[in-house]
């Protein structure tokens, strides 16, 4: 019953822009921490950013100074705000949400969505 779709990935040259959105839909009591992650052909998958329910943000240093996280706790959605795009950035990127239902904490993941950064 619990969704989480992402949109938002793409085609962009290097030093383009970029903005992922990951919506939460279901019954939910609450949605606590939520996070971007991405998984690029050969490597493990990685925490890029996350942030908590009041607003505390966390990055990796690879993308420190270059993407932001936000989330609308309203509309049940986090963002990725990701500038100066580098060849690097290239992955499928995921949305993790830690929710709790009827009492319960739960880890959903999103189906990810393809970046791809071209010279």
């Known amino acids: 019953q619990v969704q989480l779709v992402e949109s938002g990935g793409g085609l962009v040259q290097a030093g383009g822009s970029l903005r992922l959105s990951c919506a939460v839909s279901g019954s939910i009591f609450s949605i606590n921490r939520m996070g971007w992650y991405r998984q690029a052909p050969g490597k493990q998958r990685e925490l890029v950013a996350s942030?908590?329910?009041?607003?505390?943000?966390n990055l990796a240093d690879s993308v420190k100074g270059r993407f932001i996280i936000s989330r609308d706790n309203v509309k049940g959605t986090a963002y990725l705000q990701m500038n100066s795009l580098k060849p690097e950035d290239t992955s499928v990127y995921f949305c993790k949400a830690n929710v709790v239902v009827r009492g319960v904490g739960y880890q959903y993941w999103g189906q990810g969505t393809q970046v791809t950064v071209s010279l």
């Open positions: 942030i908590t329910n009041d607003g505390s943000t």
